[in-house]
């Protein structure tokens, strides 16, 4: 199955349709939903979106990064947040929007699981976005990204266990709805791959959605190679987002960045989502990206 993102985000349900008749102009017939923000008034989406006969096979809940980083409010991203109350609310933030959009019949959720709670996050994630500017990750760029990505531990392991305790209330809440977890974009993001296995061994319904751009930008800071997150969790792969990246921007299209595509698709199964995201409102980049993919036998 292929599909498209189309985002509700500060442009509202005018630029969420236009979207929409654009993406099906190109061909497709299911949406990935995007939703950032919470206030937004869903049951009108949802009208629309039976309206205009939009299929919706996902269901993204995600912050901004600037968004995510506030600690002290709740939000999509704060599942795993050190205040129990704010986990607790972000959870019950989470079941409130899935269930609002369930009349759209989306068949997954697909959930972020934020970030390391640390000292001065904000700065520290700037400069690694610098580092990500340079074209080669040498052996002086790994001990830099070291010494700025150091958590501690212990409290990632508080996070994580808080953010288990989230996703049990959650999958409950929402099935059938498939709950499914993305990996990170960044080094102080809570589900690196140990801890994402730890994630599979207690919530075994939970799937995993594959993001192009994140293994991407996680790789080039020292992370593991994309194909080793597919080959990790690949019995629990869903779907994934074909998205390019260019320096440490993702949302690019596919074919116009870094991310070699070709040696993706051999590693998707027949029956993974596949999902193209693309930063552009007027269709070029969205067209180019579709063939693109579609000359790879991806889409």
Excluded at 131 to 151: G, K, P, S, T, Y
Excluded at 178 to 184: D, E, F, K, T
Excluded at 247 to 268: K, M, R, S, T, V
Aim: hydrophobic fraction near 40%; include cysteine.
């Amino acid at each position: 199955m292929k599909a498209i993102t189309v985002r509700l985000d500060g442009g509202g349900l005018d630029a969420l349709l236009k979207r929409v008749r654009l993406g099906q102009e190109l061909g497709f017939e299911k949406f990935d939903l995007c939703v950032t923000n919470p206030q937004a008034p869903l049951g009108r989406i949802v009208h629309a979106l039976q309206e205009h006969h939009v299929g919706v096979t996902g269901l993204r809940l995600r912050e901004d990064r600037h968004s995510a980083f506030v600690t002290r409010r709740p939000g999509y991203a704060k599942l795993g947040a050190q205040d129990a109350q704010i986990a607790q609310r972000s959870a019950e933030m989470v079941i409130q929007t899935a269930e609002q959009l369930a009349p759209a019949k989306p068949q997954f959720l697909v959930l972020e699981g934020g970030y390391v709670q640390v000292p001065n996050l904000n700065e520290r994630q700037l400069q690694l976005d610098e580092l990500l500017d340079c074209e080669d990750c040498d052996d002086a760029m790994r001990e830099r990204v070291a010494e700025i990505a150091r958590v501690d531990q212990s409290q990632a392991e508080q996070q994580l266990d808080r953010f288990c305790r989230s996703l049990h209330a959650i999958t409950k809440a929402v099935a059938p709805l498939q709950v499914c977890l993305l990996p990170p974009e960044s080094p102080f993001g809570l589900l690196q791959p140990e801890r994402m296995q730890h994630v599979f061994d207690d919530a075994k319904t939970v799937g995993y959605w594959h993001c192009t751009s994140s293994v991407a930008i996680l790789h080039k800071l020292g992370g593991p190679d994309g194909r080793d997150w597919i080959h990790r969790f690949g019995p629990r792969l869903r779907g994934v987002y074909l998205e390019d990246m260019l320096g440490g921007h993702g949302e690019q299209a596919p074919g116009l960045g870094e991310i070699d595509f070709g040696q993706l698709a051999p590693e998707l199964a027949q029956g993974t989502v596949r999902v193209m995201v693309v930063d552009d409102d007027k269709g070029t980049k969205l067209r180019y990206g579709s063939d693109y993919l579609a000359r790879l036998g991806i889409f």
